[in-house]
């Protein structure tokens, strides 16, 4: 199993432990051709060695290889970790290729063929969970409203297994609003972006995992395949894609979760200048009318589906606030003579 991050390792090491699966890591643990483990991960970087190449290759000719899977394959399109683009000598080993990834939407399928080269059949899910309530805020200062919202949070939060997690779009957002945090608002919280080497990775991830920090600030460093249970509050801004790879963080444990995206004119224009694909996503968060659940089925599955229309949904904020103001309307008094034309409500 290809790996993107390697801080991800040992989170699908526990996942696979926990079922029964002998896994292994390579470059870790020993591995020998005669009894190799069911499962064996290996990051994106080593799996575009020749060196690795030659292993999957040889562990196909024993016929001990039964499947090659690349954990979020949608990465194979953008340029967070260009690498993968060179892992294409390992679809060549002859073996059953799996490509996971919940961020991919229908109109990038054919991109994902042509990258990697071959042709798949494609098994797809709803990418839409009914439990999480997306809400907008439009603010004037961004990283003022994060920190509003962690103190809220961080006050109002009574298990000790909840957690937060707040995405910013570069390394100096996520370095700011996690000083201000720990340091002027008191909510401990941990920091993660890509250019920590692995080492740091580990002890910024630590005592978010252990409780001590339970909020955590990261780049999407850790949006991609990252699995905590109990994720209950993501705030975030960004492109349309990883706004739902983000959301996807939360309602792992069957429990409700919000994801908030708090957005600014400034914000917007920072993102457009970072990527000029935010164009479309802009126009979804400024949007005050239309369901937001509506236009996040339409962009990843290709067909709408309402809050209204999903059973046990959690409204998101558009959905709310126009159900509230049809509440305060005036019920309607019909004044037809015994129903035997159309009814019309009194001006």
């Not at 959905?319 to 009194?346: D, E, F, N």
Request: with cysteine; proline share 5%.
């Amino acid at each position: 199993m290809v790996v993107p991050l390697t801080i991800l390792v040992s989170g699908h090491e526990a996942d696979a432990s926990r079922v029964g699966l002998r896994n292994a890591t390579y470059g870790t643990d020993t591995i020998t051709l005669d009894d190799p483990p069911s499962v064996l991960f290996v990051s994106v970087e080593c799996a575009a060695t020749p060196r690795f190449v030659e292993l999957a290759h040889t562990l196909n000719h024993l016929q001990k290889l039964h499947c090659v899977v690349v954990d979020e394959a949608h990465l194979l399109l953008s340029d967070f970790k260009p690498v993968m683009k060179r892992m294409l000598p390992l679809w060549t080993v002859g073996c059953q290729l799996v490509a996971l990834t919940a961020s991919l939407s229908r109109s990038q399928e054919t991109d994902l063929k042509i990258v990697m080269s071959t042709t798949f059949i494609v098994i797809r899910m709803s990418m839409v969970h009914p439990l999480i309530e997306y809400v907008v805020d439009e603010v004037v200062d961004v990283d003022d409203e994060i920190i509003q919202q962690l103190i809220e949070w961080d006050c109002s939060v009574s298990s000790k297994t909840d957690r937060a997690m707040v995405y910013c779009l570069t390394r100096q957002s996520v370095k700011r609003v996690a000083s201000v945090a720990n340091n002027v608002a008191c909510v401990r919280t941990a920091h993660l972006h890509a250019h920590l080497d692995e080492d740091a990775k580990k002890v910024q991830l630590q005592p978010w995992l252990s409780g001590e920090a339970r909020v955590m600030v990261a780049t999407r460093v850790i949006g991609c395949g990252y699995n905590y249970p109990s994720v209950r509050l993501v705030i975030h801004h960004g492109s349309f894609a990883a706004l739902h790879q983000e959301s996807g963080r939360l309602a792992r444990d069957g429990q409700p979760g919000i994801s908030r995206v708090i957005s600014s004119t400034k914000s917007r224009a920072e993102a457009l200048h970072i990527d000029s694909s935010f164009v479309e996503p802009n126009a979804w968060i400024v949007d005050m009318e239309n369901c937001r659940r509506h236009n996040l089925h339409l962009a990843m599955d290709g067909q709408s589906q309402r809050c209204s229309l999903i059973p046990a949904a959690r409204p998101c904020d558009n959905c709310l606030r126009q159900s509230r103001a049809t509440s305060l309307q005036p019920p309607h008094r019909c004044r037809c003579s015994g129903h035997k034309r159309q009814c019309s409500p009194l001006s």
